[in-house]
Nanobody
C-alpha cells in the first residue's frame, strides 16, 4: 500500500494540527496504521497507532491526552489530531502501515513495511 502524509505546518505552542495519512489501496482497511516522528538528532519514535478495525489504539506516553488517532474507511485515510502542541513535538511525522502488527509492539517501526513520506511539524514557543 502506498501512503501519503500531509497536514504538517508551523504552529504556536498550545495550538493544534491534524495530520492525514491517505492510502492508495482500496484494501487499506486490512492494515494497521501508525504515526512515527523523528526530531533532529533523535531516533524515530512511535507516536500512535490504530488497528485495522479501528477498535484498538495505542499512544506514546508523551502524547496521551493530547493526540487522537482515528480512521475513515470510506476515505482510506487515518488522521492524527494533535492538540496542545508543545515545542518538543517538533519533528518530521511519518505514517506507516502493515497487515500484521503485534499489539505489544505496535509502536515499533520494525512492525511496519509500508511508509509514507514525512510531513514537518514545527511548534514555536
Amino acid at each position: 500500500v502506498q501512503l501519503q502524509a500531509s497536514g504538517g505546518g508551523l504552529v504556536q505552542a498550545g495550538g493544534s494540527l491534524r495530520l492525514s495519512c491517505a492510502a492508495s489501496a482500496f484494501t487499506s482497511h486490512y492494515y494497521a496504521v501508525a504515526w512515527f516522528r523523528q526530531a533532529p538528532g533523535k531516533e524515530r519514535e512511535g507516536v500512535s497507532c490504530i488497528s485495522a478495525s479501528g477498535r484498538s489504539t495505542h499512544y506514546a506516553d508523551s502524547v496521551k491526552g493530547r493526540f487522537t488517532i482515528s480512521r475513515d474507511g470510506a476515505k482510506n485515510t487515518v488522521y492524527l489530531q494533535m492538540n496542545n502542541l508543545q515545542p518538543e513535538d517538533t519533528a518530521v511525522y511519518y505514517c506507516a502501515a502493515d497487515v500484521f502488527v503485534r499489539s505489544e509492539f505496535a509502536l515499533l517501526d520494525s512492525e511496519y513495511d509500508s511508509w509514507g513520506q514525512g510531513t514537518q511539524v514545527t511548534v514555536s514557543s
